[in-house]
């Protein structure tokens, strides 16, 4: 089983639509969980930290339920630019990233 | 500030060959991290290195080796190369003494074909 499992998509949305996705992780132990952007062909950019209680950074939210072992990521008002694709990262404690393989986000005019 | 610095950006090796990869860390970072990203997949972590020693290293059969430069430069190399080795490579520099995901910076890595 992937430490990190991503729905792949790809999601194709209209400007100022709503998109929301998941990713799910194995290890129960994990103590750090993150959102990161991918441009193609490009580095991974730190998009956000996921807490707990939950958190928002502008037009993106982040929910984080441990029980079930899944995090989300909800983008509002989606905008041409947040068109990448979207990693799942979960550290367990040491120093690796796990990594899902990434949800496609493609926002239209 | 330069960021992470990474070189070659693009190369071509044939099977069998080794390829040697460098990285330049951020100004103050003193921890490197390897990850290898095949395509369509997420970055999958190779080895982390910290004051000149290997600290963790993730699933990569021993092809897979690296070096820190007291000046916390790394390079990573790998031999006997196969067609699965195509990949971008990615160089991660972070905070001294962390590694953690809201303090690592990734460089724009090293695309390497092996044909």
């Known amino acids: 089983r992937k430490e990190v499992e991503q729905d792949p998509g790809p999601f194709n949305v209209p400007e100022g639509a709503t998109v929301a996705f998941n990713c799910t992780y194995s290890n129960s132990a994990s103590q750090s969980f993150f959102w990161y952007r991918q441009d193609c062909r490009k580095e991974p950019k730190l998009l956000m930290s996921?807490?707990?209680s939950g958190n928002e950074d502008g037009r993106f939210t982040a929910q984080l339920n441990r029980a079930s072992q899944y995090i989300s990521l909800l983008i509002r008002d989606s905008k041409l630019s947040d068109s990448a694709t979207y990693l799942c990262v979960v550290n367990g404690g040491d120093y690796k990233l796990s990594f899902g393989a990434g949800t496609t986000v493609t926002v239209r005019a | 500030d330069a960021g992470v610095t990474q070189s070659p950006t693009h190369l071509i090796k044939t099977r069998g060959q080794q390829v040697t990869l460098r990285c330049s860390p951020k100004?103050?970072?003193?921890?490197v991290s390897w990850y290898q990203q095949a395509l369509g997949q997420g970055p999958q972590f190779i080895f982390q290195?910290?004051?000149?020693?290997?600290?963790q290293r993730g699933n990569f059969p021993d092809r897979f080796s690296g070096h820190q430069f007291p000046n916390y430069s790394s390079e990573l190399n790998v031999n006997a190369l196969l067609l699965g080795d195509s990949a971008l490579y990615l160089c991660?520099?972070?905070?001294?003494?962390?590694?953690?995901?809201?303090?690592?910076?990734f460089g724009e890595g090293s695309w390497l074909t092996v044909v």
């Open positions: 100004s103050g970072h003193d921890t």
């Open positions: 996921v807490y707990s």
């Open positions: 991660a520099s972070s905070l001294p003494g962390q590694g953690f995901g809201n303090t690592i910076y």
């Open positions: 290195y910290y004051e000149e020693e290997e600290r």
